[in-house]
């Protein structure tokens, strides 16, 4: 079992900055991407940004050049850093995890995060 532990949300205006933290613990010996999603009211669940354990990333296209992913492997911890947030990108973000063996994927609880305008 992976439990999570995200913090980081909150409320900021257009412009501003967040970051988010998620912290894995418990049987993290196979995990293996770990990544960040969203979902706004409304909408699907999306994917952020996901960083492998070599660090490699991928972005969605609205988030490049202005969400940055990273990972502390030692802490077994992922950040995400956004800058120039938007109105649009108010939403949900949970934390998401892939573990090897066993094969599973584990989710945070979530953290909101509001942009006004």
């Known amino acids: 079992q992976v439990q999570l532990v995200e913090s980081g949300g909150g409320l900021v205006q257009a412009g501003g900055s967040l970051r988010l933290s998620c912290a894995a613990s418990?049987?993290?010996?196979?995990?293996?991407?770990m990544a960040w999603y969203r979902q706004a009211p409304g909408k699907q669940r999306e994917l952020v940004a996901s960083i492998s354990p070599g660090g490699s990333t991928n972005y969605a296209d609205s988030m490049k050049g202005r969400f940055t992913i990273s990972r502390d492997n030692a802490k077994m911890t992922i950040y995400l850093q956004m800058d120039r947030l938007k109105p649009e990108d108010t939403a949900v973000y949970y934390c998401?995890?892939?573990?090897?063996?066993?094969?599973?994927?584990?989710w945070g609880q979530g953290t909101q995060v509001t942009v006004s305008s």
């Open positions: 998401n995890v892939g573990s090897l063996v066993p094969p599973y994927v584990y």
């Open positions: 418990g049987s993290t010996s196979s995990i293996h991407v």
